[in-house]
T-cell receptor, first 117, second 119 residues
Framework: AQTVTQSQPEMSVQEAETVTLSCTYDTSESDYYLFWYKQPPSRQMILVIR??????QNATENRFSVNFQKAAKSFSLKISDSQLGDAAMYFC??????????????FGKGTKLSVIP | DARVTQTPRHKVTEMGQEVTMRCQPI?????VFWYRQTMMQGLELLAY????????DSGMPKDRFSAEMPDATLATLKIQPSEPRDSAVYFC?????????????????FGQGTRLTVV
């Protein structure tokens, strides 16, 4: 079974600064996807960024980028130019690539990010 | 604007009562997930449907929980009888899986969840 670990229960960052959230995972599969989801106080789970394991290039989405280290099974999220609206819980998640496998997400316990004005 | 709709948003009930949570997946999606979120356990998969058939409900306590898809536009999660330890946020998510190898063409879209409080 796959596991996802987020070792930072809480983080804080000054507005306009950069912050990195950590995530490690454990799997025996070679083909999979990794995600970062954002959950603001509204509870809505919002997909921030997705990484396909077979792609060496790190995914980026505007101010959000990842550092994917497949051998180390590490998947960190970097938020640049932090904004007040970035304050939320952030979840790292894993999904098998499919075929005969299932498609459910396995989540880490989350990191609560606070943004200081 | 396609979205997953969950009702009710909030539910407070007394221990022993039946609770039914509903989910309308995005039109055209053939895969539905139910997740439960608690402070202690985080987000856990309860059940998972493809083309209305249950594929995995191993995360669900069978004695009191049941999940169904009466039709392609409705998924239900029922708890009977409810207990205080069932208090949590219950999320429904939907996605589209197709192709010979069953590749997932879209990632799961989440509803806003039902916050259940059992007193």
């Amino acid at each position: 079974a796959q596991t996802v670990t987020q070792s930072q229960p809480e983080m804080s960052v000054q507005e306009a600064e950069t912050v990195t959230l950590s995530c490690t995972y454990d799997t025996s599969e070679s083909d999979y996807y990794l995600f970062w989801y954002k959950q603001p106080p509204s509870r809505q789970m919002i997909l921030v960024i997705r990484q396909e394991a077979y792609k060496q290039q790190n995914a980026t989405e505007n101010r959000f980028s990842v550092n994917f280290q497949k051998a180390a099974k590490s998947f960190s999220l970097k938020i640049s130019d932090s904004q007040l609206g970035d304050a939320a819980m952030y979840f790292c998640a894993y999904r098998s690539a499919g075929g005969a496998g299932s498609y459910q997400l396995t989540f880490g316990k989350g990191t609560k990010l606070s943004v200081i004005p | 604007d396609a979205r997953v709709t969950q009702t009710p948003r909030h539910k407070v009930t007394e221990m022993g009562q039946e609770v039914t949570m509903r989910c309308q997946p995005i039109l055209g999606h053939n895969t539905v997930f139910w997740y439960r979120q608690t402070m202690m356990q985080g987000l856990e998969l309860l059940a998972y449907f493809r083309n209305r058939a249950p594929l995995d409900d191993s995360g669900m306590p069978k004695d009191r929980f049941s999940a169904e898809m009466p039709d392609a536009t409705l998924a239900t999660l029922k708890i009977q009888p409810s207990e205080p330890r069932d208090s949590a946020v219950y999320f429904c998510a939907s996605g589209l899986v197709r192709g010979v190898r069953g590749s997932m063409n879209t990632e799961a879209f989440f509803g806003q969840g039902t916050r259940l409080t059992v007193v």
